[in-house]
């Protein structure tokens, strides 16, 4: 048998440029294509599938995606976001095919509520105070006041009160003093009435402006609760130096301290006032009403002092 070479391991009736076929066994086989799962061999028991593990290399499957219930076992897990890609280490509920479990009603991806311009917030602090309790909340407690009415608009309380300051105000400086007292009723009367619709203006324009300047400044307020609380401070706060210059004068000694000392009030309930109607801190809530605190100095104090 001379033209015959029987070789161990070897097919003679292969030709050699034929690479050998590799034979796999069912545990050996390479993964399917992700996505699919493997389907078993006709005739045959099913492929023991073993799964890319994460940190491997590849994506890695959902950990409840365990077709045949021999799920490996995996490591342990870093915290949700901080997994790696890939190879890079780790696993990351964000990758594709992996799944994060959130309550009903959770939103992790929301980006919560935005304050929209103008808008008003959610729910006010409390019930609108009576004009009465307001204005005594202004002087006795007024953080707790300004905070409580900053979503009420307090346009009636803040018109009446400055008009009747504007009207006693003539009689504080000493020049416009002077002229109605020495004019006759139907000549003062105007003069009189001009003084108060004046103050009046004064009181919106001034208001005004420091609620612009809050709302630069980051503040989230609305305006009519700023434009008319800010009016009622500044009547509130130099009535008791208007009092006693109706009847003392500008000059005198007890006026000029009053009117310093009602001058920083009016600055400390300013500052509260913005702060708490725009959820401002105090530098910002200071500085937002620093324009209608100088106006206020030289407008009407500075007249007298």
């Known amino acids: 048998m001379a033209g ?19 034979q796999q066994s069912y545990g050996q086989q390479q993964p399917p ?20 593990q994460p940190g491997a290399g590849g994506h890695g499957e959902p950990e409840y995606f ?33 799944t994060q479990v959130f309550a009903v009603g959770e939103d992790p991806y929301g980006q919560g509520a935005t304050y929209q311009a103008g808008a008003t917030s959610a729910a006010p602090s409390g019930p609108r105070l009576p004009w009465k309790e307001l204005l005594r909340g202004i002087v006795t407690r007024p953080g707790q006041t300004f905070l409580q009415m900053r979503d009420y608009a307090v346009w009636g309380p803040a018109l009446i009160v400055t008009f009747l300051y504007g009207l006693l105000a003539v009689f504080g400086l000493d020049d416009a003093r002077e002229d109605v007292i020495k004019a006759t009723v139907p000549k003062a009367i105007p003069i ?22 809050a709302r630069q400044m980051g503040g989230d307020g609305s ?14 706060t130099d009535a008791p130096r208007l009092l006693f210059a109706v009847f003392l004068g500008g000059d005198n000694m007890v006026v000029q301290v009053l009117g310093w000392a009602t001058w920083v009030a009016a600055g400390a309930l300013f500052t509260s006032l913005v702060s708490k109607s725009h959820d401002l ?25």
């Open 4 to 22: 015959f070479r029987i070789g161990r391991g070897r097919d003679n009736n292969r030709s050699p440029q034929q690479p050998p076929q590799q």
């Open 33 to 52: 294509p992700y996505g699919r799962p493997p389907y078993p061999p006709v005739g045959g028991p099913p492929p023991q599938q073993q799964w890319p």
């Open 66 to 98: 365990d077709p045949y219930g021999q799920q490996q076992p995996h490591a342990q897990q870093p915290p949700y976001g901080q997994g790696g890609h890939g190879g890079g280490g780790g696993y990351n509920n964000d990758n594709p095919g992996h």
């Open 192 to 213: 009189v009435l001009s003084a108060g619709v004046a103050f009046v203006i004064c009181g919106l324009i001034l208001g005004a402006v420091t609620h612009t300047l």
């Open 223 to 236: 305006w009519q609760p700023t434009v008319g609380l800010s009016m009622l401070v500044m009547s509130i």
């Open 281 to 305: 801190p105090w530098p910002k809530a200071l500085g937002a009403s620093a324009i209608q605190l100088v106006a206020l100095l030289s407008i009407i104090k500075l007249g007298t002092i």
